[in-house]
């Protein structure tokens, strides 16, 4: 059946058949040089120059016989630290355009700052440092407006360590050309090498001078958030926690989802008595990463100073899936069976720990507890005596071996034992008690 068309719909037809052929034809014909040129110079408006150049690069697979493309895209080289290929840029203009004294002009001053380049290296390979950093910097009043001069200075500082310098000078290089990546990098890379100088005071235990370097790093690169958390790692060592979670705040700002700064900032916490914002934070670590087994481990120790044994004995026991090796997590699990009376699963942890950590003197002592609290007062009397071996002087300790030389019927022994366990105030109303229920005959 033949149906009308309404008139407006045809029209309407019509248009965008036209619409379709002009798109189709435009992309026949090919972009003149002009527009090319101009499409160039729009990139370089915004200081874009790996853009520029890649236009420049289409443009001359379609226009190679155009001097003043050939001439826009040397200047272009020039920025991006080119100058190779600008000389050749140059040079093919002027075969296009001999007549053109911008152009030779142009080549002239190419060669002069390739010759000034070429002589500081000189003075670099001859093993002069410094002269070649006072050469460059003569070099930045002739080019005060070249990013290549400032990033070879910058260079020369940083072998120097003049880091400070280095980093203001790779600053000017990318206020000239903030598009060249590398002279970010060249900051980043300094940053790096900065922290990485304090990571070998850290472990030398200079922890003032790795402060010292972290906060270098952080005011060369503030987005370097490994910084911030080495600052954070080194306040928390020196136990100035209150720098130590300014940092770690900074730095989840930064990067919101680093578990490891979760974690640590949770120990802040832990250690200010704030339990309820550590433990918010060690969920937070784990919802981060749900194989953190750390995270786990600092979760079920903090869920026992509250009485949450069974939460405790969760966190704990998915440490240790995670990471059956994790002995500390044996031996917080294995207190854990303790306060719950569970004293063979105590025990079982305990010296689940030992076997993996033969210096762990915590297990030891609660072994001997256990122990005694068994009955088992010859395993309690050894395994005292293993913790003192690790840990001399140790109260806890000498409490329990006191505890099972008196049961043994070593009073002599006993008494000695509970007198070294007096020294330590915490320890010297409980020992006390037992010295004198030992003269009392009990």
Known sequence: ?????????????????????IILV??????????????????????????????FNVAISEFDANSNLYFTGANIAIKL?????????????????????????????LLVLKNDITNVRKTFDSGRLDQAINEYIELTSKYPNNAIIFYNLGRMYKLNKQYDYAVDNYKIAVKTNPFEEKYKLAIKA????????GDTEYRRQEFDVAIKNYKESISYYPDYTIAYFKLA????????????????????????????????????????????SALTHYNNAIKINSNYSKAYYSLGTSLFKINDYAGAK?????????????????NALGTVYQAQNNFELAVDNFN??????????????????????????????????????????YAPAYFELGVSEKALGNNVAASSAFEKAKKDKNWRKLAQYELDMLKKGF
């Not at 059946?1 to 052929?21: E, F, G, H, N, T």
């Open 233 to 276: 790692r080194t306040y928390f060592k020196i136990k100035d926690y209150d720098n130590a979670k300014i940092y770690l705040i900074k730095n989840l700002l930064v990067n919101p989802n680093q578990e490891q700064s979760e974690k640590m900032l949770g120990d802040v916490f832990l250690r200010a008595g704030e339990i309820d």
């Open 26 to 55: 435009s992309l026949l014909i090919p972009a003149s040089v002009e527009s090319h040129i101009e499409n160039i110079e729009n990139s370089l408006q915004n200081n874009n120059y790996e853009i520029a150049y890649e236009k």
């Open 352 to 393: 689940s720990c030992i076997s993996l950590d033969g210096k762990s003197y915590d297990s030891y002592y609660r072994l001997s507890s256990v122990y005694n609290l068994l009955e088992k007062y010859e395993l309690a009397k050894t395994s005292a005596k293993n913790c003192l071996n690790i840990k001399r002087n």
């Open 81 to 109: 630290d080119k100058l190779d290929d600008a000389n050749k840029y140059f040079i093919k203009a002027i075969e296009l355009d001999n007549k053109n004294k911008n152009y030779r002009k142009a080549q002239e001053n």
């Open 314 to 330: 969760n966190a704990l026991q998915e440490a240790l899936v995670l990471d059956s090796n994790y002995a500390k997590a044996y």
């Open 190 to 197: 300094i940053a790096q090498q900065v922290a990485k100088e």
């Open 1 to 21: 059946m033949w149906v009308r068309v309404p008139p407006s719909a045809q029209i309407k037809k019509m248009k965008m058949k036209y619409i379709l052929i």
